[in-house]
């Protein structure tokens, strides 16, 4: 079936524009996470949602930053008045449930690169 | 606050050597371990946890709790294994968000 997908693959901004990055997870994986990979960096965690509630956004670096999934299924993370820090990778993952006892697969997407001149 | 270290950046070896990546972590509970694998031009996907006891592919780990450390290791190395690998750790939340360490690029040469 379709893993995770995201898009666009490719951004570049100039600094201080808004951009937004979409991520479709697999269907029916109740579980989203966000990360951050930065040149030469392994990823760091962003933001992570259960459904279309956003349980733990402790990653996030600023208030420049933010993301949602309204509907439980796609989500968005959009990024105000980019910054030169914030070329990265950006890495969206999703599982299947969350099992509250402990850590399901998650399967990652493809990344968006941002390029922020 | 949990930390994944990978002490080496890089890693060459030849096909059929053995090899070993190593891992060590900071947690103060009982953490879940995990490597993940980029190959050239995929996305990072799971390797092996330590929960599963499994070998993947060739490679086993075993969790050391005394020495905190979560080493992938593979008795013959292969040139198709040439990839980035990363170490990760789930610990403190229930829906398992990870803490990642910086890689390893693995180059088998033949």
């Known amino acids: 079936g379709a893993g995770v997908s995201q898009s666009p693959r490719y951004k570049v901004a100039k600094r201080g524009q808004d951009v937004a990055l979409r991520c479709d997870p697999i269907?029916?994986?109740?579980?989203l996470f966000w990360y951050q990979q930065a040149l030469g960096q392994g990823p760091e965690f962003l933001t992570y949602f259960q459904n279309e509630a956003q349980l733990d956004k402790s990653g996030l670096p600023s208030d420049r930053f933010f993301a949602e999934r309204p509907e439980g299924s796609v989500s968005t993370l959009k990024i105000q008045r980019t910054q030169q820090e914030d070329s990265a990778v950006y890495l969206c993952?999703?599982?299947?449930?969350?099992?509250?006892?402990?850590?399901?697969?998650?399967?990652f997407g493809p990344g968006t690169r941002l390029t922020v001149l | 606050a949990q930390r994944v270290t990978q002490p080496e950046k890089l890693l060459s070896v030849f096909k059929g050597a053995p090899v070993e990546l190593k891992c060590n972590y900071s947690y103060s509970g009982s953490p879940e371990l995990f490597w993940y694998v980029q190959y050239s031009r995929q996305r990072l996907q799971l390797l092996l946890r330590h929960i599963s006891r499994e070998s993947i592919k060739g490679f086993t780990a075993d969790l050391n709790k005394g020495e905190t450390s979560f080493h992938l290791k593979k008795p013959f190395a292969q040139e198709e294994d040439s990839a980035m690998y990363y170490c990760?750790?789930?610990?403190?939340?229930?829906?398992?968000?990870?803490?990642f360490g910086q890689g390893t690029i693995l180059t088998v040469h033949p």
């Open positions: 269907s029916g994986h109740v579980s």
């Open positions: 993952a999703s599982s299947h449930r969350n099992t509250g006892g402990g850590a399901d697969t998650q399967y």
């Open positions: 990760a750790l789930s610990g403190g939340t229930s829906y398992g968000k990870l803490t």
